[in-house]
């Protein structure tokens, strides 16, 4: 589904009623969000993984990023102390 529609709908719809709309809506973008977050953590619980191979591909790529950045400030200039 194109979420930008229902974006722009609201958008649209924020402005032409800005005036007349005097609702709090704080608490339902609240219940909302908590929604979303927990819905997304239903679809990744139901995800097979195998965290052992992933925390090892995790930690290599971190270090591999750590190293090539330290690499590159050495490149240009900077000298480890």
Known sequence: MNIFIPLIAGIVFGYI???RIK???DKPMS???L???FF???EAGRVEINAA???VASVTFAVLTIL???A???LMGGKLR
């Open 17 to 19: 009623f800005r005036e």
């Open 23 to 25: 609702i709090n809506l």
């Open 31 to 33: 219940v909302a969000l």
């Open 35 to 37: 929604l979303l977050i």
């Open 40 to 42: 997304m953590g239903v």
């Open 53 to 55: 191979e992933l925390f």
């Open 68 to 70: 090539g950045s330290l």
């Open 72 to 74: 590159f400030a050495m």
